[in-house]
């Protein structure tokens, strides 16, 4: 049996007892890890929408990147202004604003299903994700403070493997819901994305009522530093712009969420133009298939760092999505399918593990550096309309020539950082 110890017992104040701190401090853990399973539950329908739209609404391929383009917007829009209201009233307030948000935006798929057009639903998207980008925000910082500061990127891929769970599960229940025959009700037909976001916005209000009758630990900053500084901070703190690990970090994040979003934007027409005979709901299934590789190597990578440094093992796999990108590139009909379904596996650490490492060393600058790490999923606003207009122009195949440059930046900024030793001799033990 495999045992990991997350490091979920040093971040409470010393004045609660033992097994109170311990209590709060696994339950505070438990409900962010939820957050993170929405998020990747949303996200995960996304891929679908915009294979969806471009049939429904009759757009071509580089107008589908539009989807992206106000989902992960909001992100650079929304991150540093929540980041500034947790500095002042705690990671709670972020949680909640972030859940009423979301709530807001799934519902306003109703009055855009009414409408009919694409732009209401960039409208509702964008609402949503920016309360997504609240979530984002709080839910990272958060979880990287619940504890022990030797287990902080192993505790944010753990915590995100269960947004894997929700990627693998969204492309499911969109395939089902989206591709099946229209569904009437007392004479009215329901349009499947309003049947898909008002159970969404529903599950989302539970969460809300949840969140707001819990009484989270205090992270206060005095008590959240430790989690992600190794030091004690010094009074005033060095730039934050003089730190590589954060600079790179941003350049290396804004290119991986974009590859990510942009494989995931175009997997559909990909498998499409390249497994004969396959379906648009069959292909939306391999999708989802392609996420639970995802979060196997969540699980999977989480384990691994108490062999492997998280610096080493994200260089691996950057280099192995780059392998896979120019199998992609070739063409090879099934095997290229395969080999991009394959790519879930290895991006699947990515995230998590720059975040970690940008705010590492941070001390009290870690909320600013954090909502501006952030901000650089505005890669995923950018980046897959230059993935959509190659697809369009060149051909799928060769559009993947986006997501293999990003991944060779990736690798440069585990190359270019210091092995945090640390990490590897964190509390993980094998039993």
Request: charged residues 5%.
């Amino acid at each position: 049996m495999i045992k990991i110890d997350l490091g979920l017992h040093d971040s409470l104040p010393e004045t609660l007892g033992q097994s109170q701190r311990s209590t709060s401090i696994k339950t505070a853990f438990f409900l962010v890890t939820m957050l993170f399973f929405m998020w990747g539950f949303s996200h995960g329908l996304l891929d679908v929408l915009n294979h969806h739209f471009q049939q429904t609404l009759n757009i071509s391929r580089a107008e589908s990147g539009l989807i992206q383009t106000a989902y992960f917007g909001a992100y650079f829009v929304v991150a540093l202004p929540i980041g500034m209201v947790m500095e002042r009233f705690g990671h709670k307030t972020g949680i909640l604003i972030g859940l009423l948000l979301f709530s807001l935006g799934a519902l306003l798929f109703v009055p855009a299903s009414w409408i009919g057009s694409f732009a209401p639903f960039l409208i509702a998207l964008f609402v949503l994700a920016c309360g997504l980008a609240c979530l984002e925000v709080a839910a990272n910082l958060y979880a990287a403070a619940l504890g022990s500061s030797q287990t902080s990127i192993q505790r944010l891929n753990f915590a995100q493997s269960f947004n894997g769970l929700g990627v693998f599960l969204g492309p499911m229940i969109g395939a089902s819901v989206l591709y099946a025959p229209p569904l009437h009700l007392g004479g009215e037909v329901i349009a499947p994305t309003s049947l898909i976001y008002v159970a969404l916005a529903f599950l989302v209000l539970v969460l809300l009522v949840i969140f707001a009758r819990t009484k989270l630990p205090d992270l206060s900053q005095k008590h959240a530093t430790p989690a992600v500084e190794t030091a004690s901070a010094p009074s005033k703190p060095e730039s934050l712009w003089r730190k590589t690990n954060f600079t790179f970090a941003l350049v290396a994040q804004f290119c991986n969420i974009g590859a990510y979003v942009g494989v995931g934007a175009f997997f559909i027409n990909f498998t499409l133009d390249h497994w004969a005979g396959i379906t648009p709901q069959y292909s939306a299934y391999l999708l989802s298939l392609s996420m639970l590789g995802y979060m196997v190597g969540r699980f999977s990578g989480t384990w691994l760092m108490q062999y492997i440094s998280p610096r080493s093992l994200l260089v691996i796999n950057s280099l192995a999505c780059t392998g896979l990108c120019l199998i992609a590139m070739l063409g090879l009909g099934k095997v290229s399918v395969l080999a991009v379904m394959g790519m879930y596996f290895f991006m699947s650490i990515m995230y998590p593990t720059i975040f970690g490492m940008g705010v590492h060393g941070l001390g009290q600058q870690t909320n600013k550096g954090g909502s501006i790490l952030v901000m650089t999923l505005v890669g995923a606003a950018i980046l897959p309309l230059v993935m959509g207009w190659l697809a369009d122009t060149l051909g799928t195949a060769q559009s993947f020539v986006m997501p293999l440059v990003c991944y060779i930046i990736v690798a440069l900024y585990g190359f270019s950082q210091q092995p945090i030793k640390s990490f590897v001799s964190a509390g993980l033990s094998a039993k």
